[in-house]
């Protein structure tokens, strides 16, 4: 196991530059249909409905004072019978009722169901040049081959949709780190300021795939997964050009589920995300930013708790270059609020971090079976 994790540490941690783009959100754990298609259904609940909104500002001394805002809004549903939990300890010749449950149990001979999903993520404002809405639908496959090991894998079809109007803002006030990307407009440096601005609208479809793995102990919790997504370059440009095209978005995230003690649980989470967004070529080179989207941090769960009311705290950072504090609030097993607050640690020294982002997080989870610390030694969803 721990040779398991130092692996997936050092791959997670390679090649962390190169022509990356930033993930625009903190918690991306929040929105995880945008992450990896394969985590479509993986909740504790028969459907689940989130909606995630951050409000981003950014004061980079070269181009001045921007804002952006974003919000991810996802549904997906379980199909079939799933794993159940909580009742294996039932009396003899007592009938068994299937509920949404997120921990696997032995004695239960279902080996996996279907996960299905519609995600829509919008960014811009009133004074954004650009406006980009993303449509997506994602179908997972969630297996159990074996009594503590794990495995699913899922598609995405997502069709994009941008808008460019520098009547509304100039994109020479235009910040890569808070803006949402996936469209490209001419450079910059090919422009004259005087020159007529520009309006243009641009669409495309896109192809995503992802995985992931894990195995459960009463002790610990792993779990691995991978993505990729543009998988066949779609041309993203306002004005058409063919050299423009989105390069492979390539992403991970690992899970480490340690039970403490009596009282308290400990997940540790990591997310790498690496997206050539802005193309790398011959008449484009050097069209990029160095910005390393790579999350890592701790959550703490409390075990077993009583009151319906249930309060976790965790703390993220970005790149090891800011701090996230994160808050997740239960109230009974329905709803879920996760608030979180990003700030850089050191703008000065690193400049491509200058953003602070609020955020909050509303999830509804129907037929939930558990509150998020019972049974926390055999739970295997965490999303």
């Given at each position: 196991m721990k040779k398991i994790y130092s692996l997936a540490i050092l791959i997670l941690f390679y090649k962390t530059s190169a022509f990356s783009q930033n993930a625009r959100f903190s918690q991306m754990w929040s929105a995880p249909l945008q992450f990896n298609a394969?985590?479509?259904?993986?909740?504790?609940?028969k459907m689940r409905i989130s909606n995630l909104n951050s409000w981003q500002n950014s004061n980079d001394n070269s181009i001045g004072a921007a804002s952006m805002q974003h919000q991810n809004i996802a549904l997906d549903i379980k199909l079939g019978k799933y794993r159940s939990s909580g009742d294996e300890k039932?009396?003899?010749g007592e009938i068994k009722k299937v509920h949404s449950k997120d921990a696997l149990g032995l004695r239960n001979k279902n080996r996996g169901y279907w996960g299905v999903?519609?995600?829509y993520y919008h960014y811009g404002n009133d004074a954004s040049a650009i406006d980009g809405k993303f449509f997506s639908t994602s179908l997972a496959r969630h297996f159990y081959n074996k009594s503590n090991k794990y495995y699913g894998l899922g598609g995405q079809l997502a069709f994009a949709q941008g808008n460019l109007n520098e009547n509304r803002g100039s994109l020479f006030h235009?910040?890569?780190e808070i803006s949402g990307g996936g469209f490209r407009t001419p450079l910059l440096s090919n422009r004259n300021i005087n020159s007529l601005k520009l309006t243009a609208q641009k669409s495309y479809v896109d192809f995503n795939i992802g995985g992931y793995y894990g195995m459960i102990t009463d002790a610990v919790l792993f779990e691995l997964g991978f993505a990729m997504n543009h998988l066949f370059y779609p041309t993203n440009s306002f004005t058409n050009d063919s050299e423009s095209k989105l390069r492979h978005r390539i992403s991970a995230n690992s899970i480490l589920r340690v039970k403490l003690n009596d009282k308290l649980g400990l997940v540790q989470k990591n997310m790498y995300w690496q997206e050539g967004l802005y193309l790398r070529s011959r008449s484009l080179n050097g069209d990029s930013t160095e910005i390393i989207a790579f999350w890592s941090g701790v959550e703490l769960y409390k075990i077993?708790?009583?009151k319906k009311i249930n309060v976790n705290y965790g703390l993220y950072m970005r790149s090891f270059r800011t701090a996230i504090p994160y808050l997740n609030i239960n109230l009974d097993?329905?709803?879920?609020?996760?608030?979180?607050y990003e700030f850089p640690l050191n703008s000065k020294k690193y400049n491509a971090y200058s953003a602070k982002r609020n955020e909050l997080a509303l999830i509804l989870s129907l037929e939930r079976h558990t509150k998020p610390g019972t049974e926390f030694y055999k739970k295997i969803n965490f999303w």
């Open positions: 394969a985590l479509t259904g993986r909740f504790d609940g039932v009396a003899v999903g519609i995600n235009y910040d890569k077993n708790p009583i097993k329905f709803v879920n609020l996760r608030y979180s």
